[in-house]
Structure formats: C-alpha cells, structure tokens
C-alpha cells in the first residue's frame, strides 16, 4: 500500500465511521417504515470490511473476511465511486461537504488499495 501520513490514515478512519454511522441510521429509518433494506445492509458490510482492512493494513489487526467477501466488498466500493465523485463535482470548493467527499472517495480508494495488497499476499 502506498505511504500514508498519519493525518490520512486518521482522515480515512474517521470517513469510514462517519459512513458507517450514517449507514446504521439509514437502515433503521429504512426498517422502521417496512421498506427493503437489501441493499443498505450490503453497503453496510461493504464500509465495515473496507474499515477492518485499513485497520488490518495500518494498524496490523487480525480480520476474518473471507476472499468471497471481500471480493463482494471491493466491487460494492468501487460501485460507489461514481456516485461519490459526481456529489463531490457538484460540492462547493472548500464546503464541509466537499471535505467529506474528499476524505470519503480517499478512504474508499485506501480501502480498495488494501484488499487488493491483501488479495495479493
């Protein structure tokens, strides 16, 4: 994995809790009104997997992740990408928008970068 300064990895950290509280939120709302939650319970694991592999990369934590799911969890990110990049484009410069986009996509692409080395070992 490429060298990360210590502000990055925080930054990253930071981006995918901030997703993954965002993401438990969702789905409670989402549950509570009765509607289908497949698919937030899949991006839910996705941020969770790619959040243990920077922390497996960075901070040599164990995981327990299956190569099936983390294949799963590298192609749900790299489904996001579009998404993210398109918000962020749209995002005032210099906006606390534009900031979370900017570490997010960073985070993602970290995480991407880390399950790949991992992959690869």
Known sequence: MENVSEEEKWE???AFRSTIRKSENALTNLTQ?????????????AVYIGLAML????????????DEE???ARKILNGLFPSL??????SK???PQNT?????I???????????????K
């Open 12 to 14: 990253s950290i930071q």
């Open 33 to 45: 009104k009765g509607t289908n939650t497949t698919l937030i319970k899949k991006r839910l694991n």
């Open 55 to 66: 922390e497996t990369a960075w901070n040599r934590m164990p995981n327990h992740y299956t």
């Open 70 to 72: 983390l294949t799963e």
């Open 85 to 90: 990049e398109n918000s962020y484009s749209k």
């Open 93 to 95: 410069l210099g906006s």
């Open 100 to 104: 979370l986009l900017r570490r997010r």
């Open 106 to 120: 960073k985070a993602f692409q970290l995480a991407v970068q880390a399950m790949d080395d991992f992959a690869n």
